[in-house]
């Protein structure tokens, strides 16, 4: 069955980098785009950007662009986001999704937390 | 930056039908998609492609699209509908995805 497991809960100080992961199963993980959605407590989903695992060919939500960076380890079928320069609006649930005509796999998220 | 533009809450009866919509300038050129939030959990995709259903989605659940405008009907509401619900399109250049703000749906 299709799964995604994101790496766990991060705390990072301001100015910090975070890099979350999402290691795919149970697909070919070079068939199918990941994205990455965040969710602030009490928020709406915000798209943070995507990647394609085959070309690596990536996209980032304009808010996002010069802090985020999109990765991907074929040989481990596993994405990677990375976001730098980190403030506290950036505590959030972050979600990989698999996007087969929409996002039809979600992991479970990564709670990462910005604080001094 | 492009927006959708949902109604913050909607209310029905258990067994009537709720209908959510999403605005959008690009809708008529982007396809929209739904999932349902539980507190807790990760999104759920409920129609895909405006008005295609994934396996495993109640009948119940349909999407439709009218010009700027795409909707999400729940016909016969159930108490376990209660969630809160977004739609998702593109920009019209398909480059970037958007979410709209969300809906909350309660089951009075």
């Known amino acids: 069955q299709v799964q995604l497991v994101q790496s766990g809960a991060e705390v990072k100080k301001p100015g910090a980098s975070v890099k979350v992961s999402c290691k795919a199963s149970?697909?070919?993980?070079?068939?199918?785009?990941i994205n990455w959605v965040r969710q602030a407590s009490g928020q709406g989903l915000e798209w943070v950007g995507w990647m394609n695992p085959n070309s690596g060919n990536t996209g980032y939500a304009q808010k996002f662009q010069g802090r985020v960076t999109i990765t991907k380890n074929t040989s481990i079928s596993t994405a990677y986001m990375e976001l730098s320069s980190l403030r506290s609006e950036d505590t959030a649930v972050y979600y990989c999704?698999?996007?087969?005509?929409?996002?039809?796999?979600w992991g479970r998220g990564t709670r990462v937390a910005v604080s001094s | 930056s492009y927006e959708l533009t949902q109604p913050p809450s909607v209310s029905v009866s258990p067994g009537q039908t709720a209908r959510i919509t999403c605005s959008g300038d690009a809708l008529p050129k982007q396809y929209a998609y739904w999932y349902q939030q539980k507190p807790g959990q990760a999104p759920v995709m409920v129609t895909y492609?405006?008005?295609e259903r994934p396996s495993g989605i109640p009948e119940r659940f349909s999407g439709s699209s009218s010009g700027t405008t795409v909707t999400l009907t729940i016909s016969r509401v159930q108490a376990e509908d209660e969630a809160d619900y977004y739609c998702q399109s593109a920009d019209s250049s398909g480059s970037y995805r958007v979410f709209g703000g969300g809906t909350k749906l309660t089951v009075l």
């Open positions: 999704a698999r996007d087969n005509w929409g996002l039809d796999f």
């Open positions: 492609k405006d008005s």
């Open positions: 149970g697909y070919t993980f070079t068939s199918y785009d």
